[in-house]
């Protein structure tokens, strides 16, 4: 990608919404990622945008098929797209001291 516009611009025209992550040490441009996303599950930092087991499997677009997500309270929320968003933040002398390894184990 040129720029972030254009990989927001990318991924919103995908017809699938499941997923997205964006790898940045830049809050603004994770918060704008996460608004921006049109995926239901939005990872900041992290490999997989998996939420735990009480968040609704909350997939977009051509991801979602039915009139409820599958778990969760969406029989309450019939109308409403939920997004889940999934963050971890790393600090600078984590990153500078070569400890941000592979984020996806859960352990730094």
Known sequence: MKNFEEGIELLNE???????VIYRQSGC?????SK???AGMVGVN???PVPL???????HKASFFGDLHTM??????FFTEQKSVT????SEKEAREGKV???WDGMI
Do not use: K, L, Y
């Not at 009480?54 to 997939?59: D, E, I, L, S």
């Open 101 to 103: 390894r592979n984020s």
């Open 72 to 77: 969760g309270s969406d029989g309450v929320r």
């Open 53 to 59: 087991a009480m968040f609704g499997f909350t997939g």
């Open 29 to 33: 441009h994770a918060r704008e990622f």
């Open 36 to 38: 921006r996303s049109h």
């Open 14 to 20: 995908n017809v699938f919404g499941n997923g997205s």
């Open 46 to 48: 992290v490999g997989i």
């Open 87 to 90: 963050a971890h933040w790393f």
